[in-house]
Every structure is written in C-alpha cells, then in structure tokens.
Nanobody, 123 residues
Framework: QVQLVESGGGLVQAGGSLRLSCAASGRTFSSYAMGWFRQAPGKEREFVACINWNGASTYYVDTVKGRFSISRDKAKITVYLQMNNLKPEDTAVYYC????????????????WGQGTQVTVSS
C-alpha cells in the first residue's frame, strides 16, 4: 500500500517559518518526482512546488518563489518544504504528492497523495 505522510504544519505568525516533511512508504519512490500542493478554504487546490527524482530540478509557483524551498533526502523518499517569510495568504492545507513525471505533477496529476497538514499564518 502506497502511503505519503506529511508532518510539520502548525500555526505561525506572519514573517515566520515552517518546515514540512513528507515521508513515502510502501513503494520505491526514489525514481519519482515529488511535490507539494495546497488548498485554502473556498479555493481550488494549487500547485506549490515540485522536485524531480534526483533533485536536480525544482519548480515553484510564482507566489512562493524566493520564500519556499523544496528538497529531498539522499534516499529520495522524503521531501521537505522549507517555508520562510510566511504570509497570511499562505494559510492552507498542504498536500504531498508523488508521480513518475514532474510535468504531470505541475499540472496537478499525481499517482499518490498524502492526507494533508494544516498551515495557518496569523497576521
């Protein structure tokens, strides 16, 4: 059974930082692209960032460029999202995703999804 488990969400003041983690189990995701999406109340889920299988390429939505950084560990089955200078508009449930193609991830298609972790940024 494929599982993606997120952790690291929470409540933080504007300008603060959080680090999200996503651990993959049940399947070898070392050759998969992994990424993060978010969904704010009343809005559609949106792509945030992704990283290809070997960590050589990363992609970000414009609204988080320069503030968020995605990385993965050497075993390539855990992905991190370092979020700095958080803003109230970053408040959302953040979901981890994994797919064989980073191109598919960037348009919202994924073979596997985590259950999500809440990030709340107060003003």
């Amino acid at each position: 059974q494929v599982q993606l488990v997120e952790s690291g969400g929470g409540l933080v003041q504007a300008g603060g930082s959080l680090r999200l983690s996503c651990a993959a189990s049940g399947r070898t995701f070392s050759s998969y692209a992994m990424g993060w999406f978010r969904q704010a109340p009343g809005k559609e889920r949106e792509f945030v960032a992704c990283i290809n299988w070997n960590g050589a390429s990363t992609y970000y939505v414009d609204t988080v460029k320069g503030r968020f950084s995605i990385s993965r560990d050497k075993a390539k089955i855990t992905v991190y999202l370092q979020m700095n200078n958080l803003k109230p508009e970053d408040t959302a449930v953040y979901y981890c995703a994994a797919d064989a193609s980073s191109s598919r991830l960037r348009v919202g298609t994924s073979e596997a999804w985590g259950q999500g972790t809440q990030v709340t940024v107060s003003s």
